[in-house]
């Protein structure tokens, strides 16, 4: 079992960044890919990026291709999204979670643990 709680969405203006924090507690995050997807009012939740057990393999939506990065620290069970040049279509709940699956899924059903999510806002 994996407990994943997201931290670090706020408020920022357009062109902006913010940094996401996802911290793992339960088992060792290591032993997980990781993913961060979002999903903002009225749509379905999309993949965002995701990244493999020891962060050799990164995979992102082309939406976010060279704005986001995806890191992880195994050491400190935790895994980071760096949101720069931020755009009011990035606006939405992000969540974190943990695939079984190998390299980097991003499909959703693919992760078996998830975060509560933290909201991102960015105005124009």
């Known amino acids: 079992q994996v407990q994943l709680v997201e931290s670090g969405g706020g408020l920022v203006q357009a062109g902006g960044s913010l940094r996401l924090s996802c911290a793992a507690s339960?088992?060792?995050?290591?032993?997980?890919?990781m993913g961060w997807f979002r999903q903002a009012p009225g749509k379905e939740r999309e993949f965002v990026a995701a990244?493999?057990?020891?962060?050799?393999?990164?995979n992102y939506a082309d939406s976010v291709k060279g704005r986001f990065t995806i890191s992880r620290d195994n050491a400190k069970n935790t895994v980071y999204l760096q949101m720069n040049t931020l755009k009011p279509e990035d606006t939405a709940v992000y969540y974190c979670a943990a695939s079984a699956r190998f390299p980097v899924p991003t499909i959703g059903s693919e992760y078996i643990y998830w975060g509560r999510g933290t909201q991102v806002t960015v105005s124009s």
């Open positions: 990244i493999s057990r020891i962060g050799r393999t990164t």
């Open positions: 339960g088992r060792t995050v290591s032993t997980y890919t």
